[in-house]
């Protein structure tokens, strides 16, 4: 069974710009959740999407949102880029969500110069 | 509001030791928790998972315990390689602002060098 596949796996953009991202979950799995992870903040929750609806939602600011499709595939976007956004942005996938355990992809990371 | 601590946030040995990595975390109310590795550049990888049920989770040379009273899990590498050398996450549900458990909060990691 394939894992979670994000692409892409690099990104450089300049601030002011916007940027979307892919993620496809494991055949099966309903529930994606993206990640941003950063030297100084670590991990940090962005939202999670089950059956095309964001169910739950970080303390980040409206420049990030997400979507999901009917084939559970999710992108993330992020408008009018900071230099701060710069970091690696992990995507997860489970069955259902919740507490079920969750499943990483490799990541894509992102540079704003 | 959940938060996760690691200890110690790097940790150097000799190939061969047995070590242990500790998590605390502020929340008992968890259903799991579960622990990671992630190498440099790379994304995670699922470790060991241990539910709130149990006491201790076993994966080769990788054993988890958790508990719940005190807030503590420890992950137990024995007899360390190289291949080892990695970061360490562990990772607890979390409530989010809707106050369901659909987030994981992550510990900073323990930077793990095993050296030959």
């Known amino acids: 069974k394939a894992g979670v596949t994000q692409t892409p796996r690099y990104l450089i953009k300049t601030r002011g710009q916007q940027v979307t991202l892919s993620c496809s979950p494991i055949?099966?799995?309903?529930?994606v959740s993206w990640y941003q992870q950063t030297p100084g903040q670590g991990l940090q929750f962005l939202f999670e999407?089950?059956?095309?609806?964001?169910?739950n939602k970080g303390n980040f600011p409206g420049r990030f949102s997400g979507r999901q499709f009917s084939n559970s595939r999710s992108e993330m976007n992020v408008s009018t880029l900071e230099l701060g956004d710069s970091a690696l942005y992990l995507c997860?996938?489970?069955?259902?969500?919740?507490?079920?355990?969750?499943?990483f992809g490799d990541g894509t990371r992102l540079s704003i110069l | 509001k959940q938060e996760v601590t690691q200890i110690p946030a790097a940790l150097s040995v000799p190939e061969g030791e047995n070590l242990v990595l500790n998590c605390s975390f502020t929340?008992?109310?968890?259903?799991?928790l579960q622990w990671f590795r992630q190498d440099p550049g790379k994304g995670l990888t699922s470790l060991l998972l241990?539910?709130?049920?149990?006491r201790e989770q076993t994966s080769g040379r990788l054993n988890a315990s958790l508990d719940k009273s005190s807030g503590r899990s420890t992950l137990y590498i024995a007899a360390s390689q190289p291949g080892d050398s990695a970061t360490y996450l562990c990772?607890?549900?979390?409530?989010?602002?809707?106050?369901?458990?659909?987030?994981?909060?992550f510990g900073k990691g323990t930077l793990l060098t095993v050296n030959p």
């Open positions: 241990i539910q709130s049920s149990q």
């Open positions: 997860a996938s489970s069955p259902q969500g919740g507490n079920q355990p969750q499943h």
């Open positions: 929340d008992s109310a968890i259903y799991n």
């Open positions: 999407y089950f059956s095309e609806t964001q169910r």
């Open positions: 055949s099966g799995h309903r529930s």
């Open positions: 990772a607890a549900p979390g409530t989010t602002s809707g106050g369901s458990n659909y987030k994981l909060t």
